[in-house]
């Protein structure tokens, strides 16, 4: 069993024109045995601006710690908070000036920016940036959810028909994967509002 996926979990991030959904599951494991039923990857870092970091936890903690310090400063110093493009960039630049040491760790970010517009991205874990127009999968259910989300995501959907299309890819997805379930914590972030909801699952 590979570093990467020794601990599960799994995340995602969809967007639309006016929405994105984020979801990821509860499982924490060590290996097939899993430890905690309660354990979500995705953070929030300001109002409109989340980061999910699965694979290998203490990496992802240590990149939380990071991330939390370096916004924090920047707020300090420009005394507003990260566009999501700034924090991607970031988070790229940590990860690649530890390459030779990498962290094992996919981190996905999703959020709105000054202009009102949804921006995902993803990024490997010496930070080599994915910025698409529809979803970013990462964590060890992420080849099913990326065929999942191939087959059912469409540019006009919007709100709660995104959230719902979410939710059916990544509960059909992570029912295929041993590794990733127990539940899933959903983000639905649009530029007025956030939403958090937990949806129930199988738990076997």
Known sequence: M???THYGGSVLAVKSRNSIAFLTDLRLGQGNFTTSMN???????????????????PDAQFLLKKIIKNHNLFVLNENRPMEPEELTNMVSYILYSRRFTPLFTSPVIAGFNKFGEPYVSGMDQIGCLDEPEDFVV?????????????????KDLEGEDLFVMAVQAFANAIDRDALSGWGIEGFLIQNEKVLQRRVRMRLD
């Open 39 to 57: 354990f979500p990857k995705i953070h929030k870092i300001t109002s409109k601006l989340f980061v999910g970091l699965p694979q290998f936890i």
């Open 2 to 4: 590979s570093i990467s």
């Open 138 to 154: 990462s964590g060890t259910a992420e080849r099913n959810l990326a065929g999942m989300c191939e087959a059912l995501w469409q």
